[in-house]
């Protein structure tokens, strides 16, 4: 991507980002309409909808050849990352928006030709933002995070989602409890975005999850690469942007390691 598009597209994404974020945080008292999608369990909310209808006004008017990919659905359709394609989780973290009122993100992260070139993951309650352009380093608020340094897994915090215990999860989980187990200790956050701007941090050192969306994972990508940790599927694939797929992210003095000892997918 072309040097000034770059900037002019990360300044306005991250504009846009915390606009985004004042927009909840002032009906954040207001009586909220929770429905379910695909379970009791999958929350949404209307200002889900309504932050990621700001974003697609927003990036319509100012980019209209731009692609959106949006967990709400309220763009098109995308089906080939050709051109820019902005990939936005408007709450990222509904459940603990719906129950805790903090502890949720606004991802978004900006492919284009196929390559993670920008991602922004807003702590809402925290007032922190994560941001990185890729080649420029990684970013929280105007602090650059440092380049993770080489760890081994008995030094490490390892953050996991209960989905890995469910009933009928095709993995071998006597092979996760050793991790668990060598591990110095494990995290559930339950917003996947703010788990990958942790790592990414340096607070913690890996992220597992069995299954996670497109806009869960981009807007953690760049900010991953640009600290020198790594985000591929479970089996060590690179993630295309797309599709719902198994996610290890990691800082790479362990990223491989996880993946042949301790991950079977069956
Ligand atoms: C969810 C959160 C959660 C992860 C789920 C995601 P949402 O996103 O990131 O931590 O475990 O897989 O679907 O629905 O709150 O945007
Ligand atoms: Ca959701
Ligand atoms: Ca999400
Ligand atoms: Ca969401």
């Given at each position: 991507m072309e040097q000034s598009l770059k900037h002019t597209l990360h300044e306005q994404a991250y504009q846009w980002v915390l606009e985004a974020g004042q927009l909840i945080k002032e009906k954040m008292d207001t009586p909220l309409e929770v429905m379910t999608k695909s379970?009791?369990?999958d929350l949404v909310t209307e200002m889900d909808k309504a932050v990621e209808s700001f974003f697609l006004e927003k990036i319509r008017k100012n980019h209209p050849s731009h692609k959106v990919l949006g967990e709400e659905g309220v763009g098109e359709a995308v089906?080939?990352?050709?051109?820019t394609v902005w990939i936005i989780d408007?709450?990222?973290?509904t459940m603990n928006f719906v129950h805790?009122?903090?502890n949720f993100a606004v991802s978004i992260g900006i492919i284009h030709e196929g390559k993670a070139e920008i991602g922004l993951i807003y702590n809402v309650m925290e007032d922190t933002i994560y941001h990185a352009k890729r080649g420029e380093g990684a970013y929280k608020n105007d602090k650059q995070l440092p380049k993770l340094p080489e760890k081994t897994l008995d030094q490490c915090l390892i953050e996991l989602n209960h989905f890995w215990l469910?009933?009928?999860?095709?993995?071998n989980e006597e092979k996760l409890q050793q991790l668990v187990y060598k591990a110095i200790g494990t995290r559930a956050y339950g917003s996947a975005a703010l788990e990958l701007a942790f790592l990414a941090e340096g607070i913690t050192d890996a992220y597992l999850t069995f299954s996670l969306q497109p806009w869960d994972y981009a807007g953690g990508y760049v900010l991953l690469e640009e600290v020198g940790a790594k985000l591929t599927d479970a089996a060590g694939q690179p993630v295309d942007f797309l599709s719902r797929t198994t996610v290890v992210a990691a800082n790479t003095s362990i990223h491989q390691e996880i993946i042949n000892d301790y991950i079977e997918l069956k």
């Open positions: 379970s009791p369990k089906h080939e990352t050709t051109g408007p709450i990222d973290g805790q009122k903090t469910c009933p009928n999860r095709r993995v």
